[in-house]
Protein backbone atom coordinates (compact mmCIF):
# COMPACT_ATOMS: atom_id res chain seq x y z
CA UNK A 1 0.00 0.00 0.00
CA UNK A 2 3.56 2.64 0.06
CA UNK A 3 2.51 3.13 -2.89
CA UNK A 4 -0.94 4.82 -2.19
CA UNK A 5 -0.85 8.84 -2.86
CA UNK A 6 -4.14 10.04 -0.87
CA UNK A 7 -4.04 13.53 -3.12
CA UNK A 8 -4.75 11.71 -6.90
CA UNK A 9 -5.84 8.70 -4.87
CA UNK A 10 -3.90 6.11 -7.29
CA UNK A 11 -2.12 3.40 -5.43
CA UNK A 12 -2.45 1.42 -2.63
CA UNK A 13 -3.61 -2.32 -1.52
CA UNK A 14 -4.92 -3.28 -4.72
CA UNK A 15 -2.06 -6.93 -5.21
CA UNK A 16 -0.17 -4.60 -7.96
CA UNK A 17 2.82 -6.55 -5.72
CA UNK A 18 2.32 -9.51 -8.14
CA UNK A 19 3.76 -7.76 -11.48
CA UNK A 20 7.25 -8.13 -12.05
CA UNK A 21 7.78 -5.00 -13.10
CA UNK A 22 7.04 -3.79 -9.28
CA UNK A 23 9.03 -7.15 -7.45
CA UNK A 24 12.17 -6.02 -9.79
CA UNK A 25 12.32 -2.46 -8.65
CA UNK A 26 15.31 -2.22 -5.76
CA UNK A 27 12.64 -0.74 -3.40
CA UNK A 28 10.24 -3.94 -3.33
CA UNK A 29 13.65 -6.06 -4.61
CA UNK A 30 15.95 -5.29 -1.91
CA UNK A 31 12.99 -6.74 0.67
CA UNK A 32 12.51 -10.50 -0.60
CA UNK A 33 12.62 -11.67 2.81
CA UNK A 34 10.82 -14.66 4.35
CA UNK A 35 8.06 -12.26 6.00
CA UNK A 36 7.58 -9.74 3.77
CA UNK A 37 7.70 -5.88 4.07
CA UNK A 38 5.94 -2.82 4.28
CA UNK A 39 4.79 -3.09 0.45
CA UNK A 40 1.19 -4.49 0.50
CA UNK A 41 1.79 -5.54 4.40
CA UNK A 42 2.65 -9.14 4.08
CA UNK A 43 3.70 -11.13 7.30
CA UNK A 44 3.69 -14.30 5.86
CA UNK A 45 5.64 -17.16 7.62
CA UNK A 46 7.14 -20.03 4.96
CA UNK A 47 10.52 -19.55 4.22
CA UNK A 48 10.98 -18.37 0.51
CA UNK A 49 11.32 -15.16 -1.32
CA UNK A 50 9.11 -12.58 0.61
CA UNK A 51 7.14 -11.21 -2.19
CA UNK A 52 7.11 -13.85 -4.54
CA UNK A 53 6.16 -16.84 -2.47
CA UNK A 54 3.58 -14.83 -0.44
CA UNK A 55 1.80 -13.83 -3.76
CA UNK A 56 2.34 -17.66 -5.00
CA UNK A 57 0.76 -19.01 -1.75
CA UNK A 58 -2.42 -16.31 -1.34
CA UNK A 59 -3.28 -15.50 -4.90
CA UNK A 60 -4.73 -19.07 -5.17
CA UNK A 61 -6.63 -18.17 -2.03
CA UNK A 62 -8.23 -15.37 -4.41
CA UNK A 63 -11.88 -16.37 -6.03
CA UNK A 64 -14.67 -14.69 -7.32
CA UNK A 65 -15.41 -14.05 -3.79
CA UNK A 66 -12.42 -12.50 -2.61
CA UNK A 67 -9.57 -10.62 -4.93
CA UNK A 68 -6.13 -10.79 -4.47
CA UNK A 69 -5.66 -8.15 -2.32
CA UNK A 70 -8.34 -9.11 -0.28
CA UNK A 71 -6.33 -11.82 0.06
CA UNK A 72 -3.31 -10.48 0.90
CA UNK A 73 -5.20 -8.36 3.88
CA UNK A 74 -6.96 -11.42 4.98
CA UNK A 75 -3.30 -13.03 5.36
CA UNK A 76 -1.85 -9.84 6.96
CA UNK A 77 -4.40 -9.72 9.49
CA UNK A 78 -4.36 -13.28 10.48
CA UNK A 79 -0.75 -13.71 10.37
CA UNK A 80 -0.71 -10.49 12.58
CA UNK A 81 -3.17 -11.97 15.20
CA UNK A 82 -1.71 -15.48 15.14
CA UNK A 83 1.91 -14.57 15.97
CA UNK A 84 -0.03 -12.77 19.35
CA UNK A 85 -0.81 -9.90 17.49
CA UNK A 86 -4.49 -7.75 18.27
CA UNK A 87 -7.46 -8.38 16.05
CA UNK A 88 -7.85 -6.68 13.25
CA UNK A 89 -11.04 -5.13 11.49
CA UNK A 90 -11.41 -6.77 8.15
CA UNK A 91 -13.50 -4.85 5.41
CA UNK A 92 -13.47 -6.87 1.72
CA UNK A 93 -13.78 -5.30 -1.54
CA UNK A 94 -10.35 -4.63 -2.70
CA UNK A 95 -10.05 -4.42 -6.37
CA UNK A 96 -6.75 -5.90 -8.07
CA UNK A 97 -5.02 -3.42 -10.16
CA UNK A 98 -4.27 -4.50 -14.15
CA UNK A 99 -0.71 -2.88 -13.85
CA UNK A 100 1.75 -1.86 -11.65
CA UNK A 101 1.56 0.97 -9.55
CA UNK A 102 4.41 4.04 -9.12
CA UNK A 103 6.92 2.96 -7.17
CA UNK A 104 6.72 4.60 -3.43
CA UNK A 105 8.19 1.96 -0.69
CA UNK A 106 10.36 4.22 1.50
CA UNK A 107 13.91 2.49 2.23
CA UNK A 108 16.15 3.15 4.86
CA UNK A 109 18.85 5.50 3.48
CA UNK A 110 16.19 8.15 3.23
CA UNK A 111 16.30 11.10 5.19
CA UNK A 112 13.32 11.74 7.98
CA UNK A 113 11.90 14.72 5.61
CA UNK A 114 11.78 12.10 2.93
CA UNK A 115 10.00 9.15 5.28
CA UNK A 116 7.81 12.53 6.77
CA UNK A 117 6.74 13.33 3.39
CA UNK A 118 6.38 9.48 2.12
CA UNK A 119 3.86 8.42 4.69
CA UNK A 120 1.86 11.67 4.66
CA UNK A 121 1.58 10.79 0.99
CA UNK A 122 -0.11 7.94 1.79
CA UNK A 123 -2.57 9.66 4.53
CA UNK A 124 -0.49 9.14 7.58
CA UNK A 125 0.39 11.59 9.64
CA UNK A 126 3.99 11.39 11.70
CA UNK A 127 2.98 10.30 14.99
CA UNK A 128 1.39 7.50 12.52
CA UNK A 129 4.33 7.08 10.87
CA UNK A 130 6.12 6.00 14.25
CA UNK A 131 2.98 3.96 15.04
CA UNK A 132 3.19 2.00 12.42
CA UNK A 133 6.63 1.75 11.76
CA UNK A 134 7.09 0.18 15.23
CA UNK A 135 4.17 -2.27 14.53
CA UNK A 136 5.66 -3.43 11.79
CA UNK A 137 9.23 -4.00 13.40
CA UNK A 138 7.64 -5.95 16.39
CA UNK A 139 8.27 -9.11 13.85
CA UNK A 140 11.38 -9.95 11.77
CA UNK A 141 14.71 -8.50 11.13
CA UNK A 142 17.17 -7.09 8.21
CA UNK A 143 18.93 -9.66 6.18
CA UNK A 144 22.65 -9.65 5.58
CA UNK A 145 21.74 -10.84 2.30
CA UNK A 146 19.92 -8.10 0.38
CA UNK A 147 21.11 -5.19 3.20
CA UNK A 148 25.24 -6.20 3.50
CA UNK A 149 25.54 -2.20 3.86
CA UNK A 150 23.21 -2.71 7.26
CA UNK A 151 24.08 -5.73 8.35
CA UNK A 152 27.42 -7.15 8.64
CA UNK A 153 28.26 -11.43 8.50
CA UNK A 154 26.76 -12.37 11.56
CA UNK A 155 29.05 -15.47 11.58
CA UNK A 156 26.53 -16.82 14.38
CA UNK A 157 25.49 -20.92 13.90
CA UNK A 158 22.03 -20.40 15.00
CA UNK A 159 21.78 -17.77 12.83
CA UNK A 160 23.14 -18.54 9.71
CA UNK A 161 21.34 -16.31 7.12
CA UNK A 162 22.75 -13.55 9.50
CA UNK A 163 19.37 -11.76 10.03
CA UNK A 164 19.13 -8.96 12.54
CA UNK A 165 15.91 -8.88 14.32
CA UNK A 166 14.15 -5.54 15.23
CA UNK A 167 13.70 -7.10 18.64
CA UNK A 168 14.21 -10.25 21.02
CA UNK A 169 10.89 -11.46 20.29
CA UNK A 170 10.77 -11.64 15.87
CA UNK A 171 7.83 -13.88 15.46
CA UNK A 172 6.20 -11.98 18.23
CA UNK A 173 3.94 -9.29 18.32
CA UNK A 174 4.66 -7.36 21.07
CA UNK A 175 5.87 -3.96 22.74
CA UNK A 176 9.69 -5.36 22.65
CA UNK A 177 10.44 -2.74 19.95
CA UNK A 178 9.17 -0.15 22.20
CA UNK A 179 10.87 -1.69 25.88
CA UNK A 180 13.86 -2.00 24.56
CA UNK A 181 14.54 1.06 22.03
CA UNK A 182 13.25 2.93 24.92
CA UNK A 183 15.49 0.94 27.40
CA UNK A 184 18.79 1.72 25.56
CA UNK A 185 18.64 -2.34 24.55
CA UNK A 186 18.26 -2.40 21.65
CA UNK A 187 19.87 -4.62 18.74
CA UNK A 188 17.29 -2.83 15.85
CA UNK A 189 19.71 -2.80 12.91
CA UNK A 190 18.09 0.49 11.61
CA UNK A 191 18.46 2.10 15.39
CA UNK A 192 21.95 1.19 15.84
CA UNK A 193 23.52 0.03 12.85
CA UNK A 194 27.31 0.61 11.93
CA UNK A 195 25.88 2.89 8.89
CA UNK A 196 23.93 5.43 10.42
CA UNK A 197 22.95 6.78 7.19
CA UNK A 198 20.37 3.51 6.97
CA UNK A 199 19.34 4.18 10.77
CA UNK A 200 15.64 4.90 9.12
CA UNK A 201 14.16 3.44 12.41
CA UNK A 202 16.23 5.43 14.83
CA UNK A 203 15.44 8.82 13.00
CA UNK A 204 11.69 8.37 13.00
CA UNK A 205 10.97 7.05 16.56
CA UNK A 206 13.20 9.86 17.67
CA UNK A 207 11.18 12.21 15.64
CA UNK A 208 9.08 13.38 18.45
CA UNK A 209 11.49 13.14 21.06
CA UNK A 210 10.30 9.43 21.81
CA UNK A 211 7.07 10.36 23.16
CA UNK A 212 4.96 7.49 21.28
CA UNK A 213 7.63 4.87 21.44
CA UNK A 214 7.92 6.12 25.33
CA UNK A 215 4.12 5.57 25.37
CA UNK A 216 4.25 2.36 23.35
CA UNK A 217 7.06 1.06 26.08
CA UNK A 218 4.49 1.90 29.39
CA UNK A 219 1.63 0.17 28.10
CA UNK A 220 1.15 -3.02 25.89
CA UNK A 221 -2.15 -2.28 26.01
CA UNK A 222 -1.69 0.98 24.17
CA UNK A 223 0.59 -0.25 21.45
CA UNK A 224 -1.92 -3.45 20.78
CA UNK A 225 -4.98 -0.81 20.35
CA UNK A 226 -2.84 1.69 18.11
CA UNK A 227 -1.88 -0.98 15.79
CA UNK A 228 -5.08 -2.30 15.35
CA UNK A 229 -6.30 1.18 14.43
CA UNK A 230 -2.88 1.92 11.79
CA UNK A 231 -2.70 -1.89 10.52
CA UNK A 232 -6.70 -1.97 9.40
CA UNK A 233 -6.21 1.66 8.01
CA UNK A 234 -2.90 0.03 6.16
CA UNK A 235 -4.86 -2.56 4.45
CA UNK A 236 -7.59 -0.28 3.98
CA UNK A 237 -5.30 1.91 1.93
CA UNK A 238 -7.05 1.47 -1.44
CA UNK A 239 -7.25 3.62 -4.77
CA UNK A 240 -9.66 6.11 -4.99
CA UNK A 241 -12.99 4.18 -6.33
CA UNK A 242 -12.56 1.61 -4.65
CA UNK A 243 -15.36 0.77 -1.78
CA UNK A 244 -14.64 -1.44 0.87
CA UNK A 245 -17.31 -3.50 2.43
CA UNK A 246 -18.57 -2.95 6.15
CA UNK A 247 -16.38 -4.80 8.84
CA UNK A 248 -16.76 -8.58 8.46
CA UNK A 249 -17.05 -10.39 11.54
CA UNK A 250 -17.80 -14.42 11.72
CA UNK A 251 -21.30 -15.74 12.29
CA UNK A 252 -21.22 -17.63 15.33
CA UNK A 253 -22.96 -20.23 13.41
CA UNK A 254 -22.84 -20.39 9.48
CA UNK A 255 -23.88 -23.05 6.88
CA UNK A 256 -21.21 -23.58 3.95
CA UNK A 257 -21.24 -25.27 0.60
CA UNK A 258 -24.83 -25.91 0.63
CA UNK A 259 -25.21 -28.64 -2.36
CA UNK A 260 -28.46 -29.62 -4.17
CA UNK A 261 -28.24 -32.51 -6.08
CA UNK A 262 -31.56 -33.79 -7.67
CA UNK A 263 -31.93 -37.30 -7.75
CA UNK A 264 -35.05 -38.38 -9.59
CA UNK A 265 -37.91 -36.67 -7.64
CA UNK A 266 -35.72 -36.81 -4.53
CA UNK A 267 -32.85 -33.80 -3.50
CA UNK A 268 -29.79 -34.93 -2.14
CA UNK A 269 -28.99 -31.90 0.38
CA UNK A 270 -25.71 -31.91 1.83
CA UNK A 271 -23.23 -29.46 3.37
CA UNK A 272 -21.59 -27.92 6.64
CA UNK A 273 -22.28 -25.53 9.14
CA UNK A 274 -19.48 -24.01 11.07
CA UNK A 275 -19.29 -23.34 14.42
CA UNK A 276 -17.22 -20.72 15.92
CA UNK A 277 -15.41 -20.74 19.39
CA UNK A 278 -17.71 -23.19 20.57
CA UNK A 279 -17.23 -26.00 23.74
CA UNK A 280 -15.78 -29.43 22.74
CA UNK A 281 -18.39 -31.88 21.14
CA UNK A 282 -21.76 -29.70 21.21
CA UNK A 283 -24.89 -31.23 19.98
CA UNK A 284 -26.35 -29.75 16.77
CA UNK A 285 -29.70 -30.41 15.18
CA UNK A 286 -30.56 -28.94 12.06
CA UNK A 287 -34.02 -28.04 11.43
CA UNK A 288 -35.56 -26.83 7.71
CA UNK A 289 -38.66 -25.31 6.40
CA UNK A 290 -40.21 -26.60 2.60
CA UNK A 291 -42.61 -25.24 0.17
CA UNK A 292 -45.63 -27.58 1.93
CA UNK A 293 -46.14 -26.08 4.51
CA UNK A 294 -43.51 -28.34 6.65
CA UNK A 295 -41.51 -26.23 9.01
CA UNK A 296 -39.14 -28.03 11.70
CA UNK A 297 -38.08 -30.96 10.58
CA UNK A 298 -35.03 -31.65 11.97
CA UNK A 299 -32.29 -33.95 11.95
CA UNK A 300 -29.14 -34.06 14.53
CA UNK A 301 -26.05 -33.93 12.74
CA UNK A 302 -23.88 -36.28 13.76
CA UNK A 303 -20.66 -35.24 14.93
CA UNK A 304 -18.11 -37.59 13.64
CA UNK A 305 -16.92 -35.55 11.18
CA UNK A 306 -15.96 -32.36 12.16
CA UNK A 307 -12.93 -30.57 10.92
CA UNK A 308 -11.08 -28.17 13.54
CA UNK A 309 -9.16 -25.33 12.73
CA UNK A 310 -7.56 -23.34 15.71
CA UNK A 311 -5.66 -20.44 14.98
CA UNK A 312 -4.99 -17.34 17.19
CA UNK A 313 -7.42 -17.15 19.72
CA UNK A 314 -10.67 -18.70 17.69
CA UNK A 315 -11.33 -21.89 16.64
CA UNK A 316 -13.92 -22.88 13.84
CA UNK A 317 -15.47 -26.11 13.63
CA UNK A 318 -17.24 -27.57 10.11
CA UNK A 319 -19.99 -30.13 11.11
CA UNK A 320 -20.76 -32.14 7.75
CA UNK A 321 -24.19 -33.33 7.19
CA UNK A 322 -23.82 -35.83 4.23
CA UNK A 323 -25.81 -39.08 3.05
CA UNK A 324 -24.04 -40.75 5.86
CA UNK A 325 -24.47 -38.24 8.70
CA UNK A 326 -27.91 -37.30 7.87
CA UNK A 327 -29.68 -39.38 5.55
CA UNK A 328 -32.98 -38.49 5.78
CA UNK A 329 -31.54 -34.81 4.48
CA UNK A 330 -29.99 -36.72 1.23
CA UNK A 331 -33.32 -37.77 0.54
CA UNK A 332 -35.85 -34.99 0.66
CA UNK A 333 -38.97 -35.00 -1.34
CA UNK A 334 -38.20 -33.00 -4.34
CA UNK A 335 -41.95 -31.44 -4.11
CA UNK A 336 -41.76 -30.34 -0.89
CA UNK A 337 -38.24 -29.24 -1.59
CA UNK A 338 -36.58 -27.06 1.19
CA UNK A 339 -36.22 -23.31 2.01
CA UNK A 340 -34.61 -22.50 5.12
CA UNK A 341 -32.71 -24.10 7.41
CA UNK A 342 -31.82 -22.86 11.43
CA UNK A 343 -30.17 -24.89 13.44
CA UNK A 344 -30.13 -25.66 17.84
CA UNK A 345 -26.95 -25.82 19.37
CA UNK A 346 -26.18 -27.13 22.64
CA UNK A 347 -29.88 -26.40 23.27
CA UNK A 348 -30.09 -22.71 21.71
CA UNK A 349 -31.70 -21.92 18.71
CA UNK A 350 -29.37 -20.18 16.23
CA UNK A 351 -31.60 -18.75 13.34
CA UNK A 352 -30.45 -15.02 12.85
CA UNK A 353 -33.32 -13.42 14.85
CA UNK A 354 -35.73 -15.47 13.16
CA UNK A 355 -35.06 -15.13 10.02
CA UNK A 356 -33.26 -18.56 9.30
CA UNK A 357 -30.99 -19.46 6.55
CA UNK A 358 -32.44 -19.09 3.60
CA UNK A 359 -31.96 -22.25 0.40
CA UNK A 360 -32.53 -22.31 -2.46
CA UNK A 361 -33.80 -25.22 -4.60
CA UNK A 362 -34.92 -23.46 -7.72
CA UNK A 363 -31.65 -24.30 -9.32
CA UNK A 364 -29.57 -27.55 -9.48
CA UNK A 365 -27.35 -30.24 -11.06
CA UNK A 366 -29.27 -33.28 -11.39
CA UNK A 367 -27.49 -36.86 -10.86
CA UNK A 368 -28.80 -37.37 -14.69
CA UNK A 369 -25.44 -35.67 -15.90
CA UNK A 370 -22.86 -37.97 -17.14
CA UNK A 371 -19.71 -38.92 -18.99
CA UNK A 372 -18.26 -40.70 -21.18
CA UNK A 373 -14.94 -42.00 -21.62
CA UNK A 374 -12.68 -44.22 -23.82
CA UNK A 375 -15.06 -43.27 -26.90
CA UNK A 376 -14.10 -43.14 -30.36
CA UNK A 377 -16.17 -40.09 -30.93
CA UNK A 378 -13.97 -38.39 -27.90
CA UNK A 379 -14.71 -38.08 -24.33
CA UNK A 380 -17.72 -35.67 -23.30
CA UNK A 381 -19.35 -34.73 -20.35
CA UNK A 382 -23.45 -34.31 -20.26
CA UNK A 383 -24.35 -31.76 -17.55
CA UNK A 384 -28.07 -31.82 -16.70
CA UNK A 385 -29.17 -29.21 -14.05
CA UNK A 386 -32.72 -28.93 -13.02
CA UNK A 387 -34.65 -25.95 -13.08
CA UNK A 388 -38.17 -25.99 -10.64
CA UNK A 389 -41.21 -25.22 -12.34
CA UNK A 390 -42.48 -21.78 -11.70
CA UNK A 391 -38.87 -20.69 -12.15
CA UNK A 392 -38.40 -19.07 -15.15
CA UNK A 393 -34.56 -18.42 -15.85
CA UNK A 394 -33.45 -16.73 -19.52
CA UNK A 395 -29.95 -18.37 -19.38
CA UNK A 396 -28.59 -21.37 -17.15
CA UNK A 397 -25.10 -21.95 -17.43
CA UNK A 398 -22.32 -23.72 -16.23
CA UNK A 399 -19.93 -21.34 -14.10
CA UNK A 400 -15.90 -22.32 -14.17
CA UNK A 401 -13.52 -20.13 -12.40
CA UNK A 402 -10.45 -19.34 -14.35
CA UNK A 403 -7.91 -16.41 -14.32
CA UNK A 404 -7.48 -13.18 -16.91
CA UNK A 405 -4.31 -12.50 -18.09
CA UNK A 406 -3.72 -10.96 -15.21
CA UNK A 407 -4.30 -13.23 -12.58
CA UNK A 408 -7.20 -12.24 -11.86
CA UNK A 409 -10.47 -14.26 -11.03
CA UNK A 410 -13.25 -14.41 -13.34
CA UNK A 411 -15.81 -16.66 -14.37
CA UNK A 412 -16.13 -18.25 -17.62
CA UNK A 413 -19.62 -19.72 -18.60
CA UNK A 414 -21.35 -22.21 -20.96
CA UNK A 415 -25.21 -22.37 -21.41
CA UNK A 416 -27.53 -25.03 -21.40
CA UNK A 417 -29.76 -25.50 -23.60
CA UNK A 418 -33.36 -25.73 -22.42
CA UNK A 419 -35.75 -28.72 -22.17
CA UNK A 420 -36.54 -29.03 -26.23
CA UNK A 421 -40.33 -30.47 -25.40
CA UNK A 422 -42.70 -28.61 -23.49
CA UNK A 423 -42.55 -28.35 -19.76
CA UNK A 424 -45.43 -30.78 -18.26
CA UNK A 425 -46.63 -28.20 -15.63
CA UNK A 426 -46.92 -30.56 -12.97
CA UNK A 427 -43.63 -32.11 -13.16
CA UNK A 428 -41.29 -30.19 -10.51
CA UNK A 429 -38.45 -29.59 -11.86
CA UNK A 430 -37.59 -29.14 -16.27
CA UNK A 431 -33.90 -30.48 -17.23
CA UNK A 432 -31.54 -27.89 -18.97
CA UNK A 433 -28.67 -29.83 -20.43
CA UNK A 434 -25.62 -29.16 -22.41
CA UNK A 435 -22.52 -31.72 -23.67
CA UNK A 436 -18.82 -31.18 -23.47
CA UNK A 437 -15.24 -32.32 -23.90
CA UNK A 438 -14.48 -34.50 -20.83
CA UNK A 439 -14.29 -32.14 -17.93
CA UNK A 440 -13.74 -33.28 -14.36
CA UNK A 441 -12.92 -29.54 -12.70
CA UNK A 442 -15.13 -27.43 -10.77
CA UNK A 443 -18.45 -25.89 -11.64
CA UNK A 444 -21.28 -24.50 -9.92
CA UNK A 445 -24.43 -23.48 -11.44
CA UNK A 446 -25.30 -20.24 -12.56
CA UNK A 447 -28.88 -18.64 -14.43
CA UNK A 448 -30.45 -15.22 -15.17
CA UNK A 449 -33.52 -14.66 -13.41
CA UNK A 450 -35.62 -10.96 -14.22
CA UNK A 451 -32.13 -10.00 -15.42
CA UNK A 452 -30.27 -10.84 -12.22
CA UNK A 453 -27.21 -13.41 -12.34
CA UNK A 454 -27.78 -16.11 -9.29
CA UNK A 455 -24.94 -18.76 -8.61
CA UNK A 456 -26.14 -21.89 -7.04
CA UNK A 457 -24.02 -24.73 -4.75
CA UNK A 458 -20.15 -24.63 -3.79
CA UNK A 459 -18.01 -25.69 -6.94
CA UNK A 460 -18.94 -29.23 -7.51
CA UNK A 461 -17.24 -31.51 -10.06
CA UNK A 462 -19.11 -34.04 -12.34
CA UNK A 463 -17.21 -37.04 -10.76
CA UNK A 464 -19.30 -36.18 -7.37
CA UNK A 465 -23.07 -36.55 -9.07
CA UNK A 466 -22.64 -37.78 -12.49
CA UNK A 467 -22.59 -41.66 -14.11
CA UNK A 468 -21.01 -43.38 -17.20
CA UNK A 469 -23.93 -42.28 -19.86
CA UNK A 470 -25.67 -45.16 -20.40
CA UNK A 471 -24.15 -46.96 -24.00
C1 LIG B 1 10.29 4.25 6.66
C2 LIG B 1 9.61 3.12 6.65
C3 LIG B 1 10.25 1.76 6.62
C4 LIG B 1 11.50 1.39 6.28
C5 LIG B 1 12.62 2.29 5.76
C6 LIG B 1 11.61 -0.02 6.46
C7 LIG B 1 12.73 -0.76 6.22
C8 LIG B 1 12.84 -2.13 6.37
C9 LIG B 1 13.98 -2.91 6.00
C10 LIG B 1 15.26 -2.38 5.38
C11 LIG B 1 13.70 -4.19 6.31
C12 LIG B 1 14.59 -5.40 6.07
C13 LIG B 1 14.10 -6.18 4.88
C14 LIG B 1 14.98 -7.36 4.53
O1 LIG B 1 15.98 -7.61 5.16
O2 LIG B 1 14.63 -8.03 3.55
C15 LIG B 1 12.39 -4.22 6.88
C16 LIG B 1 11.75 -5.35 7.31
C17 LIG B 1 10.46 -5.39 7.75
N1 LIG B 1 9.55 -4.35 7.75
FE1 LIG B 1 10.01 -2.42 7.41
N2 LIG B 1 10.42 -0.48 6.92
C18 LIG B 1 9.56 0.56 7.03
C19 LIG B 1 8.25 0.52 7.42
C20 LIG B 1 7.56 -0.64 7.71
C21 LIG B 1 6.15 -0.71 7.97
C22 LIG B 1 5.20 0.50 7.95
C23 LIG B 1 5.84 -2.00 8.21
C24 LIG B 1 4.50 -2.62 8.51
C25 LIG B 1 3.56 -2.04 9.21
C26 LIG B 1 7.07 -2.75 8.11
C27 LIG B 1 7.18 -4.12 8.31
C28 LIG B 1 8.36 -4.82 8.18
C29 LIG B 1 8.49 -6.23 8.52
C30 LIG B 1 7.40 -7.16 9.06
C31 LIG B 1 9.81 -6.58 8.25
C32 LIG B 1 10.47 -7.92 8.49
C33 LIG B 1 10.54 -8.77 7.31
C34 LIG B 1 11.27 -10.05 7.59
O3 LIG B 1 11.86 -10.25 8.64
O4 LIG B 1 11.25 -10.91 6.71
N3 LIG B 1 8.09 -1.90 7.80
N4 LIG B 1 11.88 -2.95 6.89
Known amino acids: ?54 VAVLLPVSTRYISIADALAVGAILAIENCGGPEIAFRGGRV ?18 SHIASFARQGFTQ ?60 QNPLV ?41 RMVDTVPAGVQLTDVITPLAVKPANLQLILDGDVIQFSGQVRLWDVAADPVVVLLWDDHIGGTSNNVTVVQ ?36 SIRFIVNGTLEDQGGVGFAVQDDIMFATSSCFTQGNSNGDTATFNVAVRTGVNPTRVYLEAPARDSTDRPIIVETDLAPPTQSVDPS ?29 RGPPTSLLDFGHQCPI
Open 192 to 232: VGFNDTTNSDKRIFGSDGNATMQSFANSPDLFASTCADLLA
Open 304 to 339: DSVVTVSGGRHTAAWYNFNNNTTPALFKLDATAGIT
Open 96 to 113: DAVEPNLPGVPQPQQDLD
Open 127 to 186: TEMIGLVACGHTFGGVQHDFFPDIVPELNDPSDTDSVAHFDTTNTQFDNKIATEYISGTT
Open 427 to 455: ATYAIWSVQIPLDFSLFTVGAEIDGVKVT
Open 1 to 54: MATHNSTDGTGGMDASIRFDEEQARPEVDCALTPLGRADEAIFFQDAGDGFSNT
